[in-house]
């Protein structure tokens, strides 16, 4: 029986996996995608960025009934948690969107393949599902993403020492919640609990949480945080963890050197970070070299040092962030149909979704000043924006960097209510290299929590009007 060949086989059906396959389709090419999970949209939609915005959702919305509308004049008694209920809610958006992409190959007559892929070398790959095949391809594409970085002396059973994974499935609030690691996915997770009832620990190896956002507003943000009730142990590595009763005791002692201490736990959330998923795929056999992280190594254009073999996503260099890897995918699928696909990384944002949230995109004034460019400052409080004071939801601010000879925008970073969909006009400022003055400039409706973008601008290439 002769092989199946295509222009492209993907292997990972996660956002850039099945991003690329669907543009490589609709560019004409003939693609298959090999995903081993059972369902498309990898960890971002199945285990990460979609189930955890979901329970964002429902626990701000929870939190809100019981806590935030007597000011509103709206009176409410009895708020009780359906914790099962919220999780169905969550699985159910889940298995829609699946759903949709697996809708989606369809439509672009893309073949999907259950299974792993792992490289045999000359173009071959091998799919183990329910059964083995070998297909051939003209190009190979490795997108087969991430996995959460193990912490030596805590043994995840994802019961009570936990990834984010274990973390959107807990049967019930955890009296005490101890997150491992002030980023993105541990505080929002943390965030979750802590609104439906659990006392909230962040551990943190560095002094400062969210490290790659700017200082001044990452500061400004673990203090609203710190007011919401998570409590912050900055500068602390956790060493080893075991059993006390139902309970796990963590051991903690300071980074820099000192005595060691205990915190006892109902639920340890280990999120330090994530390490690019390449076991299994037969790199070696088809010689397919790794850089010094442990990431495949590639070039400017997506290319390993095999011809025909390509990489995109969580398994290159770069942020870990669904958006980046759908980006990649578009790119190299129109550079494989012969267009000259391009992402710019420099626009690329990275927001999180607690409440307020943060996002922010290009440069940080430490990066700035490293970089020793010279720079102007332009800041906007949401405390005196109209719809900000209206919606009874003033904390944050908007931060803006400008080139201090050119006036060009080179960063923004928003900590405040909508953040993540308002850094996209920053986004779209930088993409085409605007100034401060050009946003300044630029019409913002009233009353929008945007116009904190605009009054930002104007304090950077004029004056503020409201402050």
């Known amino acids: 029986?002769?092989?199946?060949?295509?222009?492209?086989?993907?292997?990972?059906?996660?956002?850039?996996?099945?991003?690329?396959?669907?543009?490589?389709?609709?560019?004409?090419?003939?693609?298959?995608?090999?995903?081993?999970?059972?369902?498309?949209?990898?960890?971002?939609?199945?285990?990460?960025?979609?189930?955890?915005?979901?329970?964002?959702?429902?626990?701000?919305?929870?939190?809100?009934?019981?806590?935030?509308?007597?000011?509103?004049?709206?009176?409410?008694?009895?708020v009780a948690l359906d914790l099962k209920a919220m999780l169905a809610r969550k699985d159910k958006v889940v298995g829609e969107l699946t759903k949709g992409i697996e809708f989606l190959f369809k439509k672009n007559k893309i073949t999907y393949l259950k299974g792993t892929?792992?490289?045999?070398?000359?173009?071959?790959?091998?799919?183990?599902?329910?059964?083995?095949?070998?297909?051939?391809?003209?190009?190979?594409?490795?997108?087969?993403?991430?996995?959460?970085?193990p912490l030596p002396g805590l043994t995840i059973d994802e019961k009570k020492i936990v990834t984010s994974t274990g973390a959107l499935t807990l049967e019930k609030v955890p009296e005490h919640l101890v997150v491992v690691g002030g980023g993105v996915i541990g505080l929002e997770l943390g965030s979750v609990w802590r609104r439906l009832g659990a006392k909230v620990t962040v551990v943190e190896f560095l002094d400062r949480i969210v490290?790659?956002?700017?200082?001044?507003?990452?500061?400004?943000?673990?203090?609203?945080?710190?007011?919401q009730g998570i409590e912050f142990r900055l500068g602390q590595k956790v060493t080893g963890a075991k059993a006390k009763g139902a309970k796990t005791e963590l051991n903690v002692e300071p980074a820099k050197g000192g005595a060691?201490?205990?915190?006892?736990?109902?639920?340890?959330?280990?999120?330090?970070?994530?390490r690019?998923?390449?076991?299994?795929?037969?790199?070696?056999?088809?010689?397919v070299k790794l850089?010094?992280?442990?990431?495949?190594?590639?070039?400017?254009?997506?290319?390993?040092?095999?011809?025909?073999?390509?990489?995109?996503?969580?398994?290159?260099?770069?942020?870990?962030?669904?958006?980046?890897?759908?980006?990649?995918?578009?790119?190299?699928a129109e550079i494989l149909a012969g267009q000259k696909g391009h992402v710019n990384y420099d626009t690329c944002p990275n927001i999180v979704y607690t409440?307020?949230?943060?996002?922010?995109?290009?440069?940080?004034?430490?990066?700035?000043?490293?970089?020793?460019?010279?720079?102007?400052?332009?800041?906007?409080?949401?405390?005196?924006?109209?719809?900000?004071?209206?919606?009874g939801d003033t904390d944050g601010s908007v931060k803006l960097l400008a080139d201090a000879k050119t006036d060009r925008l080179l960063g923004a970073h928003i900590l405040g209510p909508g953040a993540g969909t308002m850094i996209h006009e920053c986004v779209m400022a930088m993409e085409f290299q605007a100034?401060?003055?050009?946003?300044?400039?630029?019409?913002?409706?009233?009353?929008?929590?945007?116009?904190?973008?605009?009054?930002?601008?104007?304090?950077?290439?004029?004056?503020?009007?409201?402050?």
């Open 1 to 78: 029986m002769a092989e199946e060949s295509f222009d492209v086989v993907i292997i990972g059906g996660g956002p850039g996996g099945y991003v690329c396959a669907i543009k490589a389709a609709q560019l004409g090419l003939s693609v298959a995608c090999i995903e081993k999970r059972g369902a498309l949209g990898g960890t971002c939609l199945n285990v990460g960025c979609i189930p955890s915005k979901a329970l964002l959702a429902s626990s701000e919305k929870f939190e809100e009934a019981g806590h935030h509308l007597a000011a509103h004049g709206i009176k409410m008694s009895g």
């Open 117 to 149: 892929g792992a490289l045999l070398g000359n173009g071959k790959v091998e799919v183990t599902g329910d059964s083995k095949q070998v297909i051939a391809a003209k190009n190979i594409v490795i997108a087969t993403g991430s996995d959460s970085t």
């Open 211 to 227: 490290p790659t956002m700017d200082t001044e507003i990452g500061a400004q943000f673990q203090k609203l945080l710190a007011k």
């Open 260 to 274: 060691a201490e205990s915190i006892v736990a109902d639920i340890v959330l280990v999120s330090i970070g994530r």
């Open 276 to 287: 690019p998923y390449v076991e299994g795929l037969g790199l070696d056999k088809a010689g």
């Open 291 to 332: 850089d010094e992280k442990g990431r495949i190594a590639t070039s400017g254009h997506f290319a390993t040092n095999v011809p025909g073999i390509y990489a995109i996503g969580d398994v290159i260099v770069g942020p870990m962030l669904a958006h980046k890897a759908e980006e990649e995918g578009v790119a190299l």
């Open 355 to 391: 409440q307020p949230e943060l996002a922010s995109v290009g440069k940080t004034e430490e990066e700035l000043k490293a970089a020793g460019i010279a720079y102007k400052v332009g800041k906007f409080p949401f405390m005196v924006n109209a719809r900000a004071k209206a919606a």
């Open 435 to 467: 100034s401060a003055e050009d946003v300044a400039r630029a019409f913002h409706g009233h009353p929008t929590h945007n116009e904190a973008i605009k009054e930002a601008a104007l304090a950077i290439s004029s004056k503020t009007i409201h402050m």
